[in-house]
């Protein structure tokens, strides 16, 4: 399983940007999907996550209101629509996916982690 993402980059405060993380590869299915981050000299932490089935979202205080996180069931895709971004946003994004992955004796849960995207906010 991989996760592709894309869409980070430099903006100024109170711009936008939209990030996406397709996941591809073999797997039964996605179970949910959302984006962590980590800045320099931090530890990563959770930015929002989705569950692909139901839509159902959590975020992090500190994004709730500017960030939105949506999903594309039929194209295994995750977004993450920043809006007023500001300059302690700047971090490496990760995309992560919980999936399901068949064994030859059953299925297993896995977490899987993409290749982080730069996001800085100039002030």
């Known amino acids: 399983v991989q996760l592709q993402a894309s869409g980070g980059g430099l903006v100024q405060t109170g711009e936008s940007l939209r990030l996406s993380c397709v996941a591809s590869g073999s797997f039964y299915n996605i179970v949910d999907m959302g984006w962590y981050r980590q800045a320099p000299g931090k530890e990563r932490e959770l930015v929002a996550d989705?569950?692909?089935?139901?839509?159902?979202?959590n975020y992090a205080d500190g994004v709730k209101g500017r960030f939105t996180i949506s999903r594309d069931a039929a194209k295994n895709t995750v977004y993450l629509q920043m809006n007023n971004l500001k300059p302690e946003d700047t971090a490496v994004y990760y995309c992560?996916?919980?999936?399901?992955?068949?064994?030859?004796?059953?299925?297993?849960?896995?977490?899987?982690w993409g290749q982080g995207t730069l996001v800085t906010v100039s002030s």
């Open positions: 992560n996916a919980g999936v399901v992955v068949s064994t030859p004796r059953d299925y297993q849960y896995l977490k899987v």
């Open positions: 989705i569950s692909i089935g139901g839509g159902i979202t």
